[in-house]
């Protein structure tokens, strides 16, 4: 009897190997039947995905720029000489521009002219200052003097410091500031000339804006459109107290 119960034992213990095993077979089986039915990894790589569009406007060179929004003239008559030309020494010199209707608050730094051979005659030709400032032209008046303050700026590159100066009204204030105190202008006349191409006579006919005068004004230069330097834009302004 003891032999045969160990043997009953035993058989059932085979039967659960066995069917242990079928199971695996089967499992085995069904993965690799359901396997290539997955989605190919590929499929994400054909998914449709945003594509950005970026539009670069392009921008003159410095270089170029810099010829053109420069204001180039012929010396005229008893204009006041390099050698004579007030310095930065002066307290009164101009020192920071600011114009709260389009946003500019820039320092003012000292500019000059440089000579230019064109043929027979010499011309001569405003620097622009190659930063956000605008460049104080070192023959013009002083703040708070009778004469011309000239100040120029660029419009489309450096900063832009004058990118704006279209926007101005008449009636629009300008502050410029000197070591020691602010000076209130009140604009009065806005011009836009043609410049690029134009005979001698109409290039100096536009710089008879920046020379000396025998009333006080500011008189602010640059150029014109922003995607060209083909026109002058001057806009001038008269001390806010005068009458």
Same mark, same amino acid.
């Given at each position: ?53 970026? =539009?670069?406007?392009? =921008? ?37 521009? =600011? ?8 320092? /003012?730094?000292? /500019? ?13 030709? +405003? ?8 460049? +104080? ?31 101005? @009204?008449?009636?629009? @204030? ?12 009140? /604009?009065? @006349? ?11 006579? /109409? ?5 008879? +804006? ?13 150029? +014109? ?19």
């Amino acid at each position: 009897m003891a032999n045969q119960d160990s043997t009953e034992k035993i058989v059932p213990l085979g039967v659960v190997f066995i069917t242990v095993g079928l199971i695996v077979v089967v499992v085995a089986a069904a993965i690799l039947f359901i396997r290539p039915t997955l989605p190919a990894p590929s499929a994400a790589v054909r998914t449709p995905r945003a594509v950005v569009t970026v =539009v670069v406007t392009p =921008v003159p060179s410095a270089t170029a720029v810099t010829a053109d929004t420069s204001t180039e003239i012929t010396l005229p008559a008893g204009f006041i000489s390099l050698a004579d030309a007030p310095r930065s020494s002066l307290a009164n010199r101009p020192r920071r521009i =600011v114009i709260p209707s389009i946003a500019v608050d820039a320092p /003012v730094v000292e /500019v000059g002219m440089t000579p230019i051979d064109s043929g027979s005659e010499t011309l001569y030709q +405003w620097l622009v200052p190659a930063d956000y400032e605008a460049g +104080w032209h070192n023959t013009s008046a002083p703040l708070g003097e009778p004469g011309n303050t000239v100040l120029n700026g660029h419009h489309n590159i450096f900063g832009e410091v004058f990118g704006r100066l279209v926007d101005l @009204e008449v009636g629009s @204030e300008i502050v410029v500031y000197d070591a020691e105190s602010p000076h209130n202008y009140t /604009v009065a @006349e806005i011009e836009i000339l043609p410049e690029r191409d134009q005979p001698l006579a /109409v290039r100096q006919e536009n710089a008879a +804006w920046i020379q000396p005068t025998d009333d006080e004004r500011l008189t602010l230069v640059t150029c +014109w459109p922003h995607t060209d330097n083909s026109h002058r834009l001057i806009v001038v302004a008269y001390p806010t107290n005068s009458n």
